[in-house]
Protein backbone atom coordinates (compact mmCIF):
# COMPACT_ATOMS: atom_id res chain seq x y z
CA UNK A 1 0.00 0.00 0.00
CA UNK A 2 1.34 3.28 -0.98
CA UNK A 3 1.75 6.60 0.65
CA UNK A 4 2.03 10.42 -1.20
CA UNK A 5 5.18 11.87 0.86
CA UNK A 6 5.35 15.53 0.87
CA UNK A 7 5.96 16.80 -2.68
CA UNK A 8 3.33 14.27 -4.16
CA UNK A 9 5.15 11.24 -5.03
CA UNK A 10 4.23 7.72 -4.24
CA UNK A 11 6.30 6.03 -1.60
CA UNK A 12 6.11 2.45 -0.05
CA UNK A 13 7.16 3.13 3.53
CA UNK A 14 8.90 0.69 6.07
CA UNK A 15 10.31 -1.75 3.56
CA UNK A 16 13.61 -2.30 1.87
CA UNK A 17 12.56 -2.42 -1.72
CA UNK A 18 13.93 -5.92 -3.72
CA UNK A 19 15.94 -4.91 -6.96
CA UNK A 20 17.45 -7.26 -9.44
CA UNK A 21 21.19 -6.09 -9.88
CA UNK A 22 22.73 -4.49 -12.86
CA UNK A 23 24.39 -6.55 -15.07
CA UNK A 24 27.17 -3.49 -15.94
CA UNK A 25 27.21 -2.24 -12.38
CA UNK A 26 25.66 0.90 -13.66
CA UNK A 27 22.85 1.78 -11.54
CA UNK A 28 20.15 4.15 -13.87
CA UNK A 29 21.95 6.72 -15.43
CA UNK A 30 24.67 6.46 -13.01
CA UNK A 31 27.82 4.85 -14.55
CA UNK A 32 29.88 2.14 -13.37
CA UNK A 33 33.24 4.49 -13.14
CA UNK A 34 36.81 2.53 -12.30
CA UNK A 35 39.92 4.29 -11.10
CA UNK A 36 41.39 6.55 -13.77
CA UNK A 37 44.62 4.09 -13.69
CA UNK A 38 42.25 1.46 -14.57
CA UNK A 39 41.20 3.02 -17.98
CA UNK A 40 42.51 1.79 -21.42
CA UNK A 41 44.32 4.91 -22.60
CA UNK A 42 47.95 3.90 -21.37
CA UNK A 43 49.46 4.42 -25.21
CA UNK A 44 47.17 7.66 -25.71
CA UNK A 45 47.31 11.50 -24.72
CA UNK A 46 44.58 13.65 -25.16
CA UNK A 47 46.91 16.56 -26.42
CA UNK A 48 49.66 17.11 -28.53
CA UNK A 49 53.10 19.01 -27.14
CA UNK A 50 55.42 20.40 -29.47
CA UNK A 51 58.93 18.21 -29.61
CA UNK A 52 61.43 19.89 -26.77
CA UNK A 53 64.23 21.93 -28.32
CA UNK A 54 66.83 20.43 -26.10
CA UNK A 55 67.48 17.23 -25.20
CA UNK A 56 67.50 17.47 -21.61
CA UNK A 57 70.98 16.73 -21.16
CA UNK A 58 71.55 19.88 -18.80
CA UNK A 59 69.17 17.91 -16.50
CA UNK A 60 71.94 15.28 -15.49
CA UNK A 61 70.92 12.84 -13.55
CA UNK A 62 67.41 14.09 -13.11
CA UNK A 63 66.36 13.15 -16.40
CA UNK A 64 63.41 10.62 -16.67
CA UNK A 65 64.67 6.95 -17.31
CA UNK A 66 61.16 5.15 -16.65
CA UNK A 67 57.71 5.52 -17.82
CA UNK A 68 55.71 7.89 -15.81
CA UNK A 69 52.88 5.74 -14.73
CA UNK A 70 50.29 8.04 -15.80
CA UNK A 71 47.15 7.05 -17.55
CA UNK A 72 46.45 8.81 -20.97
CA UNK A 73 42.76 9.93 -21.63
CA UNK A 74 41.34 11.91 -24.42
CA UNK A 75 39.44 15.16 -23.73
CA UNK A 76 35.94 13.55 -23.78
CA UNK A 77 37.63 10.43 -21.10
CA UNK A 78 38.60 13.23 -18.99
CA UNK A 79 35.55 15.12 -18.63
CA UNK A 80 33.33 11.89 -18.39
CA UNK A 81 35.45 10.48 -15.72
CA UNK A 82 35.33 13.33 -13.43
CA UNK A 83 31.63 14.10 -14.28
CA UNK A 84 30.76 10.54 -13.08
CA UNK A 85 32.67 11.11 -10.06
CA UNK A 86 31.16 13.84 -8.50
CA UNK A 87 27.47 12.07 -9.23
CA UNK A 88 28.70 9.83 -6.80
CA UNK A 89 29.67 12.63 -3.92
CA UNK A 90 26.55 14.47 -1.88
CA UNK A 91 27.63 18.37 -2.52
CA UNK A 92 25.66 21.77 -1.27
CA UNK A 93 24.58 22.54 -4.71
CA UNK A 94 22.52 19.32 -4.34
CA UNK A 95 20.56 18.97 -1.52
CA UNK A 96 21.07 20.34 2.66
CA UNK A 97 24.22 19.50 3.80
CA UNK A 98 23.26 19.24 7.89
CA UNK A 99 26.61 18.74 9.12
CA UNK A 100 26.71 20.39 12.68
CA UNK A 101 29.11 22.67 13.92
CA UNK A 102 31.45 22.49 10.19
CA UNK A 103 28.49 23.91 8.26
CA UNK A 104 27.92 23.49 4.59
CA UNK A 105 25.81 26.40 3.56
CA UNK A 106 24.95 28.02 -0.05
CA UNK A 107 28.18 29.65 -1.69
CA UNK A 108 26.05 32.13 -4.22
CA UNK A 109 27.77 32.75 -7.61
CA UNK A 110 28.02 36.48 -7.35
CA UNK A 111 30.60 35.93 -4.60
CA UNK A 112 32.41 33.57 -7.08
CA UNK A 113 32.25 36.05 -10.15
CA UNK A 114 33.36 38.65 -7.72
CA UNK A 115 36.67 36.50 -6.93
CA UNK A 116 37.17 35.95 -10.07
CA UNK A 117 37.60 39.81 -11.66
CA UNK A 118 41.05 40.47 -13.16
CA UNK A 119 42.68 42.14 -9.98
CA UNK A 120 41.42 39.87 -7.38
CA UNK A 121 42.51 36.74 -8.91
CA UNK A 122 45.49 37.19 -11.07
CA UNK A 123 47.85 39.60 -8.45
CA UNK A 124 50.98 38.34 -7.38
CA UNK A 125 52.01 38.90 -3.58
CA UNK A 126 55.35 40.44 -4.55
CA UNK A 127 54.02 42.95 -6.24
CA UNK A 128 54.61 47.05 -5.29
CA UNK A 129 51.77 48.15 -3.31
CA UNK A 130 51.03 51.04 -5.78
CA UNK A 131 50.25 48.18 -8.13
CA UNK A 132 47.51 46.36 -5.93
CA UNK A 133 45.94 49.60 -4.09
CA UNK A 134 42.28 47.79 -4.99
CA UNK A 135 43.01 44.37 -3.34
CA UNK A 136 44.54 46.57 0.06
CA UNK A 137 41.59 48.85 -0.05
CA UNK A 138 39.35 45.70 0.17
CA UNK A 139 41.15 43.93 2.86
CA UNK A 140 40.65 47.45 4.80
CA UNK A 141 37.02 47.52 3.66
CA UNK A 142 36.64 43.54 5.03
CA UNK A 143 38.81 44.34 8.25
CA UNK A 144 36.28 47.27 8.97
CA UNK A 145 33.39 45.10 8.82
CA UNK A 146 34.71 42.06 10.65
CA UNK A 147 35.71 45.17 13.72
CA UNK A 148 32.26 46.87 13.58
CA UNK A 149 29.87 43.53 13.81
CA UNK A 150 32.55 41.64 16.91
CA UNK A 151 32.62 44.99 18.12
CA UNK A 152 36.46 44.45 18.80
CA UNK A 153 39.89 47.33 17.60
CA UNK A 154 41.65 44.87 15.37
CA UNK A 155 41.47 42.39 13.79
CA UNK A 156 44.22 39.58 11.93
CA UNK A 157 43.00 38.77 8.13
CA UNK A 158 45.65 36.10 7.56
CA UNK A 159 44.78 33.52 9.71
CA UNK A 160 43.62 30.01 7.21
CA UNK A 161 41.20 28.50 8.98
CA UNK A 162 39.62 28.27 12.21
CA UNK A 163 42.06 26.37 13.86
CA UNK A 164 44.91 28.26 12.28
CA UNK A 165 43.16 31.19 14.30
CA UNK A 166 43.07 29.78 16.98
CA UNK A 167 46.72 29.35 17.30
CA UNK A 168 46.78 33.29 16.03
CA UNK A 169 44.92 33.89 19.13
CA UNK A 170 46.63 32.02 21.76
CA UNK A 171 49.80 32.83 20.26
CA UNK A 172 49.08 36.78 20.53
CA UNK A 173 47.60 35.86 24.20
CA UNK A 174 50.96 33.82 24.90
CA UNK A 175 52.85 37.47 23.67
CA UNK A 176 50.67 39.59 25.89
CA UNK A 177 51.67 37.27 29.11
CA UNK A 178 55.29 37.79 28.17
CA UNK A 179 55.44 41.29 27.79
CA UNK A 180 54.31 41.43 31.12
CA UNK A 181 56.73 39.10 32.91
CA UNK A 182 53.70 36.33 33.41
CA UNK A 183 54.11 33.63 30.59
CA UNK A 184 56.25 31.53 33.33
CA UNK A 185 53.42 31.48 35.27
CA UNK A 186 50.62 31.57 33.37
CA UNK A 187 50.85 27.89 31.78
CA UNK A 188 47.25 26.63 31.86
CA UNK A 189 44.16 26.78 29.60
CA UNK A 190 40.39 26.19 30.37
CA UNK A 191 38.58 24.20 28.17
CA UNK A 192 34.86 23.29 28.68
CA UNK A 193 34.42 19.50 27.75
CA UNK A 194 32.19 20.49 24.92
CA UNK A 195 34.89 22.39 23.40
CA UNK A 196 35.60 21.44 19.57
CA UNK A 197 38.82 19.34 19.67
CA UNK A 198 40.79 22.05 18.29
CA UNK A 199 40.64 23.87 21.43
CA UNK A 200 42.70 21.74 23.45
CA UNK A 201 45.02 20.84 20.36
CA UNK A 202 45.96 24.19 19.83
CA UNK A 203 46.22 25.02 23.37
CA UNK A 204 48.29 21.91 23.68
CA UNK A 205 50.09 22.61 20.87
CA UNK A 206 51.13 26.35 21.79
CA UNK A 207 53.19 24.28 24.96
CA UNK A 208 50.07 25.08 27.53
CA UNK A 209 48.39 22.59 29.74
CA UNK A 210 44.87 21.76 29.16
CA UNK A 211 42.38 21.54 32.30
CA UNK A 212 39.17 20.76 31.47
CA UNK A 213 35.79 22.25 32.62
CA UNK A 214 32.93 20.58 33.85
CA UNK A 215 29.21 21.31 31.83
CA UNK A 216 26.08 21.25 33.26
CA UNK A 217 22.95 19.33 33.10
CA UNK A 218 21.64 21.88 30.69
CA UNK A 219 24.34 22.02 28.28
CA UNK A 220 26.79 24.86 29.48
CA UNK A 221 29.68 26.16 30.87
CA UNK A 222 29.77 25.28 34.93
CA UNK A 223 30.68 28.69 36.22
CA UNK A 224 31.39 26.89 39.51
CA UNK A 225 33.92 24.70 38.43
CA UNK A 226 35.50 27.31 36.26
CA UNK A 227 35.66 29.54 39.00
CA UNK A 228 37.52 26.96 40.86
CA UNK A 229 39.93 26.37 38.35
CA UNK A 230 41.10 29.88 37.68
CA UNK A 231 44.14 31.29 39.11
CA UNK A 232 47.29 33.20 38.54
CA UNK A 233 48.51 30.06 36.93
CA UNK A 234 45.52 30.37 34.12
CA UNK A 235 46.79 32.04 30.68
CA UNK A 236 43.46 31.53 28.93
CA UNK A 237 40.19 30.53 28.81
CA UNK A 238 38.57 28.77 25.53
CA UNK A 239 35.20 29.43 25.32
CA UNK A 240 32.82 28.64 22.46
CA UNK A 241 29.49 30.71 22.22
CA UNK A 242 27.20 29.82 20.73
CA UNK A 243 28.53 26.22 22.27
CA UNK A 244 29.07 23.22 20.46
CA UNK A 245 25.63 21.72 21.92
CA UNK A 246 23.88 24.26 20.13
CA UNK A 247 23.22 26.90 23.08
CA UNK A 248 23.98 30.53 24.37
CA UNK A 249 26.30 30.80 26.88
CA UNK A 250 23.71 32.78 29.55
CA UNK A 251 26.72 33.13 32.11
CA UNK A 252 28.87 34.63 29.72
CA UNK A 253 28.98 38.18 31.10
CA UNK A 254 29.99 35.90 34.35
CA UNK A 255 32.77 34.06 32.68
CA UNK A 256 33.73 36.81 31.57
CA UNK A 257 33.70 38.81 34.77
CA UNK A 258 35.88 35.56 36.10
CA UNK A 259 38.45 35.58 33.75
CA UNK A 260 39.67 39.04 33.49
CA UNK A 261 39.57 39.32 37.64
CA UNK A 262 41.91 36.40 37.71
CA UNK A 263 44.20 37.87 34.83
CA UNK A 264 43.28 35.51 32.14
CA UNK A 265 42.61 36.60 28.66
CA UNK A 266 39.21 35.18 26.88
CA UNK A 267 39.75 33.46 23.94
CA UNK A 268 36.00 32.39 22.18
CA UNK A 269 35.85 30.13 19.48
CA UNK A 270 33.81 31.94 16.74
CA UNK A 271 32.94 28.98 14.56
CA UNK A 272 29.17 29.93 15.35
CA UNK A 273 29.10 33.11 14.76
CA UNK A 274 26.70 33.02 12.14
CA UNK A 275 23.94 32.21 14.93
CA UNK A 276 24.34 35.77 16.50
CA UNK A 277 25.96 38.06 13.49
CA UNK A 278 23.99 41.19 13.88
CA UNK A 279 22.69 40.55 17.06
CA UNK A 280 25.66 40.12 19.37
CA UNK A 281 28.58 42.12 19.09
CA UNK A 282 31.42 39.34 21.03
CA UNK A 283 33.42 42.64 22.01
CA UNK A 284 30.97 43.89 24.11
CA UNK A 285 30.51 40.48 25.97
CA UNK A 286 34.28 40.51 27.33
CA UNK A 287 35.76 38.71 24.28
CA UNK A 288 39.61 39.14 24.01
CA UNK A 289 40.04 37.26 20.61
CA UNK A 290 38.42 35.12 18.67
CA UNK A 291 38.72 33.67 15.32
CA UNK A 292 35.86 33.47 12.38
CA UNK A 293 34.84 31.17 9.89
CA UNK A 294 34.59 33.09 6.80
CA UNK A 295 33.03 29.88 5.54
CA UNK A 296 30.34 29.81 7.75
CA UNK A 297 28.91 32.94 8.56
CA UNK A 298 30.06 34.95 5.37
CA UNK A 299 29.71 32.05 2.56
CA UNK A 300 33.33 31.41 1.22
CA UNK A 301 34.03 27.90 0.19
CA UNK A 302 35.40 25.46 2.51
CA UNK A 303 39.28 25.67 0.94
CA UNK A 304 37.64 27.68 -2.22
CA UNK A 305 40.97 25.99 -4.38
CA UNK A 306 43.25 27.07 -2.35
CA UNK A 307 43.64 27.57 1.66
CA UNK A 308 40.54 28.72 3.73
CA UNK A 309 40.48 31.47 5.61
CA UNK A 310 39.91 32.61 9.70
CA UNK A 311 40.45 35.85 10.40
CA UNK A 312 41.15 36.83 14.33
CA UNK A 313 39.36 39.75 16.26
CA UNK A 314 41.37 40.68 19.29
CA UNK A 315 40.44 43.25 22.01
CA UNK A 316 42.47 46.33 22.79
CA UNK A 317 45.11 44.62 25.33
CA UNK A 318 45.70 41.93 22.51
CA UNK A 319 45.92 44.20 19.44
CA UNK A 320 49.53 45.36 19.72
CA UNK A 321 50.02 41.91 19.24
CA UNK A 322 48.51 40.69 16.50
CA UNK A 323 50.70 39.16 13.92
CA UNK A 324 51.87 41.08 10.54
CA UNK A 325 51.01 41.98 8.12
CA UNK A 326 47.96 44.68 8.28
CA UNK A 327 46.40 47.13 6.22
CA UNK A 328 46.74 50.80 7.11
CA UNK A 329 45.23 53.90 4.80
CA UNK A 330 47.43 57.06 5.38
CA UNK A 331 48.04 60.04 2.64
CA UNK A 332 50.01 58.27 0.77
CA UNK A 333 47.52 55.50 -0.04
CA UNK A 334 47.02 51.55 1.33
CA UNK A 335 50.00 49.99 2.76
CA UNK A 336 51.18 47.15 4.67
CA UNK A 337 52.58 46.91 7.94
CA UNK A 338 55.30 44.31 8.07
CA UNK A 339 57.15 42.64 11.07
CA UNK A 340 60.38 44.84 10.86
CA UNK A 341 58.51 48.22 10.88
CA UNK A 342 58.36 49.97 14.32
CA UNK A 343 54.43 50.26 14.36
CA UNK A 344 54.45 45.98 14.45
CA UNK A 345 56.96 46.00 16.73
CA UNK A 346 55.41 43.93 19.02
CA UNK A 347 53.64 42.02 16.53
CA UNK A 348 54.41 38.27 17.44
CA UNK A 349 55.75 37.53 13.67
CA UNK A 350 53.92 36.30 10.44
CA UNK A 351 51.35 33.00 10.46
CA UNK A 352 51.70 32.87 6.33
CA UNK A 353 54.48 33.66 3.86
CA UNK A 354 52.17 36.53 2.91
CA UNK A 355 48.80 38.49 3.00
CA UNK A 356 46.47 35.55 3.77
CA UNK A 357 43.26 34.17 1.06
CA UNK A 358 42.04 36.91 -1.68
CA UNK A 359 40.25 34.97 -2.87
CA UNK A 360 38.38 34.43 0.63
CA UNK A 361 38.57 38.28 1.28
CA UNK A 362 36.41 38.61 -2.11
CA UNK A 363 34.25 36.54 -1.29
CA UNK A 364 33.16 37.17 1.89
CA UNK A 365 33.40 41.04 1.52
CA UNK A 366 31.03 40.35 -1.54
CA UNK A 367 28.50 38.16 0.70
CA UNK A 368 28.41 41.42 3.18
CA UNK A 369 27.89 44.21 1.04
CA UNK A 370 25.19 42.07 -1.17
CA UNK A 371 23.08 41.82 2.30
CA UNK A 372 24.10 44.97 4.35
CA UNK A 373 23.82 45.10 7.88
CA UNK A 374 19.74 44.02 8.14
CA UNK A 375 20.50 40.98 6.04
CA UNK A 376 23.31 39.85 8.06
CA UNK A 377 20.95 40.22 10.62
CA UNK A 378 18.56 38.12 9.22
CA UNK A 379 21.66 35.25 8.82
CA UNK A 380 21.13 35.23 12.13
CA UNK A 381 18.14 35.10 12.73
CA UNK A 382 17.22 32.49 10.12
CA UNK A 383 19.33 30.46 11.28
CA UNK A 384 18.23 30.37 14.48
CA UNK A 385 14.60 30.06 13.29
CA UNK A 386 15.86 26.73 10.77
CA UNK A 387 17.42 24.93 13.69
CA UNK A 388 14.41 25.16 16.04
CA UNK A 389 11.76 24.40 13.29
CA UNK A 390 13.83 20.91 12.91
CA UNK A 391 14.19 20.48 16.76
CA UNK A 392 10.21 21.21 16.65
CA UNK A 393 9.01 18.86 14.62
CA UNK A 394 11.42 16.01 15.22
CA UNK A 395 11.58 16.16 18.94
CA UNK A 396 8.15 13.91 19.06
CA UNK A 397 10.11 11.37 17.85
CA UNK A 398 13.55 11.78 18.68
CA UNK A 399 14.73 12.45 21.94
CA UNK A 400 16.34 16.46 22.19
CA UNK A 401 19.87 16.55 24.14
CA UNK A 402 18.69 19.29 25.55
CA UNK A 403 14.67 19.79 25.34
CA UNK A 404 14.10 22.86 27.92
CA UNK A 405 14.44 25.96 25.57
CA UNK A 406 15.18 27.02 22.14
CA UNK A 407 18.60 25.78 20.39
CA UNK A 408 20.65 28.46 18.62
CA UNK A 409 21.80 27.88 15.20
CA UNK A 410 22.05 23.53 15.45
CA UNK A 411 19.73 20.84 16.92
CA UNK A 412 20.80 18.07 18.98
CA UNK A 413 19.41 14.67 19.65
CA UNK A 414 20.92 11.59 21.55
CA UNK A 415 19.99 7.98 21.21
CA UNK A 416 17.82 7.65 24.05
CA UNK A 417 14.78 7.43 21.43
CA UNK A 418 16.71 4.44 19.64
CA UNK A 419 16.71 2.22 22.88
CA UNK A 420 15.26 -1.51 22.40
CA UNK A 421 15.61 -0.79 18.37
CA UNK A 422 18.58 -2.59 17.85
CA UNK A 423 19.41 0.45 15.64
CA UNK A 424 22.47 2.98 16.50
CA UNK A 425 22.98 6.19 15.72
CA UNK A 426 25.57 4.88 12.94
CA UNK A 427 23.09 2.49 11.87
CA UNK A 428 20.63 5.75 11.57
CA UNK A 429 23.17 7.94 9.88
CA UNK A 430 23.92 5.65 6.96
CA UNK A 431 20.20 5.12 6.38
CA UNK A 432 20.24 8.42 5.38
CA UNK A 433 22.41 8.26 2.55
CA UNK A 434 19.70 5.93 0.80
CA UNK A 435 17.14 8.13 1.42
CA UNK A 436 19.78 10.72 -0.66
CA UNK A 437 20.64 13.09 2.45
CA UNK A 438 24.05 13.65 3.84
CA UNK A 439 24.29 12.26 7.34
CA UNK A 440 23.72 14.80 10.31
CA UNK A 441 27.11 14.94 12.20
CA UNK A 442 27.75 11.61 14.30
CA UNK A 443 28.61 11.38 18.18
CA UNK A 444 29.81 14.90 18.66
CA UNK A 445 29.87 16.65 20.77
CA UNK A 446 30.79 13.66 22.85
CA UNK A 447 29.21 14.86 26.32
CA UNK A 448 25.96 14.10 24.38
CA UNK A 449 25.54 10.06 24.28
CA UNK A 450 25.19 9.01 20.65
CA UNK A 451 25.06 12.26 19.35
CA UNK A 452 23.14 13.31 16.37
CA UNK A 453 23.87 16.89 15.60
CA UNK A 454 21.80 19.24 12.46
CA UNK A 455 23.09 22.06 11.53
CA UNK A 456 20.54 23.70 8.84
CA UNK A 457 21.91 26.81 8.20
CA UNK A 458 20.23 30.29 7.76
CA UNK A 459 20.37 28.92 3.68
CA UNK A 460 17.68 26.83 3.57
CA UNK A 461 14.46 27.04 2.33
CA UNK A 462 11.08 25.56 4.67
CA UNK A 463 10.23 23.27 1.20
CA UNK A 464 13.74 21.90 1.55
CA UNK A 465 13.62 21.61 5.05
CA UNK A 466 10.14 19.47 4.57
CA UNK A 467 12.06 17.46 2.93
CA UNK A 468 14.75 16.84 4.89
CA UNK A 469 12.42 16.21 8.26
CA UNK A 470 9.75 13.77 6.20
CA UNK A 471 13.03 11.58 5.42
CA UNK A 472 14.26 11.53 9.27
CA UNK A 473 10.67 11.62 10.42
CA UNK A 474 9.80 7.93 8.13
CA UNK A 475 13.24 6.69 9.26
CA UNK A 476 12.25 7.19 13.05
CA UNK A 477 9.68 5.59 12.54
CA UNK A 478 10.90 2.74 10.58
CA UNK A 479 13.42 2.29 13.50
CA UNK A 480 10.55 2.22 16.21
CA UNK A 481 8.72 -0.07 14.12
CA UNK A 482 11.53 -2.65 14.31
CA UNK A 483 12.27 -2.39 10.49
CA UNK A 484 15.81 -3.21 11.92
CA UNK A 485 17.02 -4.69 8.11
CA UNK A 486 16.75 -1.21 6.49
CA UNK A 487 19.23 0.37 8.89
CA UNK A 488 21.75 -2.87 9.41
CA UNK A 489 23.15 -2.70 6.00
CA UNK A 490 22.66 0.63 5.41
CA UNK A 491 23.13 2.30 2.80
CA UNK A 492 21.99 -0.54 -0.03
CA UNK A 493 21.65 2.35 -3.00
CA UNK A 494 25.04 4.38 -2.20
CA UNK A 495 27.75 3.91 -4.87
CA UNK A 496 29.86 1.80 -2.23
CA UNK A 497 28.69 -0.15 0.57
CA UNK A 498 29.15 0.46 4.02
CA UNK A 499 32.81 0.53 5.14
CA UNK A 500 35.06 -0.35 7.54
CA UNK A 501 35.74 3.25 8.73
CA UNK A 502 38.06 2.68 11.35
CA UNK A 503 40.23 0.52 9.05
CA UNK A 504 40.00 2.77 6.26
CA UNK A 505 41.08 5.80 8.68
CA UNK A 506 44.09 3.79 10.50
CA UNK A 507 45.22 1.62 7.25
CA UNK A 508 44.60 4.11 4.11
CA UNK A 509 45.28 2.74 0.85
CA UNK A 510 46.68 5.80 -0.83
CA UNK A 511 48.60 4.27 -3.70
CA UNK A 512 47.12 2.50 -6.66
CA UNK A 513 49.31 -0.75 -7.59
CA UNK A 514 49.02 -2.47 -11.34
CA UNK A 515 48.15 -6.03 -11.24
CA UNK A 516 50.65 -8.88 -11.05
CA UNK A 517 51.63 -9.69 -14.39
CA UNK A 518 50.60 -5.98 -15.79
CA UNK A 519 52.93 -4.59 -18.29
CA UNK A 520 50.81 -0.99 -17.79
CA UNK A 521 53.93 0.64 -16.13
CA UNK A 522 56.21 -0.36 -18.80
CA UNK A 523 53.74 1.50 -21.73
Not at 113 to 120: C, I
Not at 126 to 150: F, I, N, R, Y
Amino acid sequence: MSTMNTVGRPTTPNRVESKPATLTGARGLLQDEHLIFESDGWGKTGVDLPDPKTNGSDLGDLVRKDPIGLPGLSEPETMRHYVRLSQKNHAIDLAIYPLGSCTMKHNPRLNEKMARLPGFSDIHPLQPTSTVQGALELMDTLAHWLKTLTGMPAVALSPKAGAHGELCGLMAIRAAHEASGQHEQRRKVLVPTSAHGTNPATAAFVGYTVVEVAQTDDGRVDVADLASKLGDDVAAIMVTNPNTCGLFERDILEISRLTHEAGAYFYCDGANFNAIVGRVRPGDLGVDAMHINLHKTFSTPHGGGGPGAGPVVLSEALAPFAPAPWVVHDADGYRLIEREEDEAAQAFGRLCAFQGQMGMYTRALSYMMSHGSDGLRQVAEDAVLNANYIKARLSDLMSAAFPDGPCMHEALFDDEWLKGTEVTTLDFAKAMIDEGFHPMTMYFPLVVHGAMLIEPTETESKQELDRFIHAMRALAEAAKAGDVDRFKGAPFHAPMKRLDETRAARSPVLRWTAPEGSNIAAE
